[in-house]
């Protein structure tokens, strides 16, 4: 009888955080959408015409990723999934000291748990630092000088924080300097010099809305 009314607590404890789990996907997939995907939204005939970034009012979209609320939503799930069985192992341990669970059940669900969490990790380095948005700003002043202009790279983190980078253009490494992208076709590296983090821009998925992106990016 405990241990019918033990395991049954754990199953409402764990119905309890996908419930959250739930809300938290489906209340943030608007501000995902808003965020990185106003860009992409928008309508327009001409090729060379610039679209005004709503975020950043000074700057002017070069490329966005239509995609990028996919990988935002697996990364946000991959983190609340990790704290859930960070959670559950004290839990499973105080159960196996009360002898209230046997102690293959528990292991059992730890292993499971753990196995899961580990996948998600490893399928998540393929979501990790994924550009959403780039972002520049042309002043009258630097149109000839193209190295001077700033630089904003919108990204998505390990953990599915959104970060702005601010850098300039002559901070970009270009695709044609990387070797990694000599043999990747499925996404472009993106280097800086100021920053040791490698950046992945998906341009078959993506959107170039701004004519000088292959001159900055090669």
Not at 138 to 157: A, G, W
Request: net charge positive; proline share 3%.
């Amino acid at each position: 009888m405990y241990i019918y009314n033990t395991l049954f607590s754990m199953n409402l404890l764990i119905v309890h955080f996908r419930k959250q789990f739930k809300y938290c996907f489906y209340n943030s997939i608007n501000n995902t959408i808003r965020q990185y995907n106003h860009a992409s939204n928008k309508k327009y005939s001409n090729a060379s015409l610039l679209l005004q970034s709503k975020q950043f009012p000074d700057y002017t979209v070069l490329y966005v990723l239509p995609m990028i609320t996919v990988p935002y939503l697996f990364n946000k799930m991959k983190r609340n999934y990790t704290f859930l069985v960070g959670a559950t192992i004290p839990i499973c341990v105080s159960l196996h000291i009360l002898n209230l669970v046997p102690t293959m059940d528990n292991l059992a669900f730890m292993a499971c748990n753990c196995m899961l969490a580990a996948t998600l990790h490893t399928i998540g380095f393929l979501c990790n630092n994924i550009v959403g948005t780039i972002y520049i700003k042309e002043n009258e002043k630097d149109k000839e000088n193209l190295e001077n202009q700033k630089i904003i790279i919108s990204y998505v983190n390990y953990w599915g924080q959104r970060i702005d980078l601010k850098t300039t253009v002559d901070d970009i490494i270009p695709f044609v300097e990387n070797y990694a992208n000599a043999s990747n076709n499925f996404f472009k590296t993106l280097s800086i010099k100021s920053s040791r983090q490698t950046f992945k821009v998906y341009l078959k998925y993506g959107k170039i809305t701004g004519p000088s992106f292959y001159d900055i990016f090669g």
